[in-house]
């Protein structure tokens, strides 16, 4: 209950200005707003200097819905779940870990740069996807992929991106 009454209080804290950007949207390029499902808050969350940045392994605290992972090269990390999709060389990687849910759900992975993810709720498997969405020309937000999730700790294992850094999220689906 802890978890979704603190992802409850961060969404309202932001709604605001997610409504405000919605209206004011002529500063949002239109690819931004063309998702299969709106990532407004997600772009409020993504562009809040108070993100925090933590390093691959980390577990996110209860009360923040993502976080910035800091990625190392691929090659250098240890995935518990092996990539269901081989990274590319010269590529970067990470593992961010999220507490157990209190309610389980349709939830949304929302990552700011190209890259791949798996997530594990039992740590040795991946679960599907039920949709994703994708937008190369957003700069803020590169995809959204939605996961039936239980009410255990989830782990984000990230591959094959080009930068040392990406901003990750989950929230509820809307």
């Given at each position: 209950?802890?978890?979704?009454?603190a992802?409850?209080?961060?969404?309202?804290?932001?709604?605001?200005?997610?409504?405000?950007?919605?209206?004011?949207?002529?500063?949002?390029?239109?690819?931004?707003t063309?998702?299969?499902?709106?990532?407004?808050?997600?772009?409020?969350w993504?562009?809040?200097?108070?993100?925090?940045?933590?390093?691959?392994?980390?577990?996110?605290?209860?009360?923040?819905?993502?976080?910035?992972?800091?990625l190392?090269?691929?090659?250098?990390?240890?995935?518990?779940?092996?990539?269901?999709?081989?990274?590319?060389?010269?590529?970067?990687?990470?593992?961010?870990?999220?507490?157990?849910?209190?309610?389980?759900?349709?939830?949304?992975?929302?990552?700011?740069?190209?890259?791949?993810?798996?997530?594990?709720?039992?740590?040795?498997?991946?679960?599907?996807?039920?949709?994703?969405?994708?937008?190369?020309?957003?700069?803020?937000?590169?995809?959204?992929?939605?996961?039936?999730?239980?009410?255990?700790?989830?782990?984000?294992?990230v591959?094959?991106?080009?930068?040392?850094?990406?901003?990750?999220?989950?929230?509820?689906?809307?």
């Amino acid at each position: 209950m802890r978890r979704a009454a603190a992802i409850g209080l961060a969404l309202l804290a932001v709604a605001g200005d997610a409504r405000a950007q919605e209206a004011g949207s002529a500063g949002i390029p239109p690819a931004c707003t063309a998702f299969d499902w709106s990532l407004m808050r997600e772009l409020a969350w993504f562009s809040a200097s108070s993100l925090a940045e933590l390093a691959s392994g980390a577990t996110v605290a209860p009360d923040m819905p993502g976080a910035v992972l800091k990625l190392r090269p691929d090659a250098e990390v240890a995935f518990p779940v092996p990539p269901s999709r081989a990274p590319a060389p010269g590529t970067y990687g990470g593992i961010l870990r999220f507490p157990a849910l209190t309610m389980p759900g349709l939830y949304q992975v929302t990552l700011s740069e190209d890259a791949w993810i798996d997530v594990s709720q039992d740590g040795q498997t991946t679960r599907p996807p039920t949709a994703f969405t994708v937008r190369r020309d957003c700069p803020t937000i590169r995809k959204s992929v939605r996961y039936q999730f239980g009410t255990t700790p989830i782990l984000i294992e990230v591959s094959g991106a080009k930068r040392d850094t990406i901003r990750i999220a989950i929230a509820p689906a809307e």
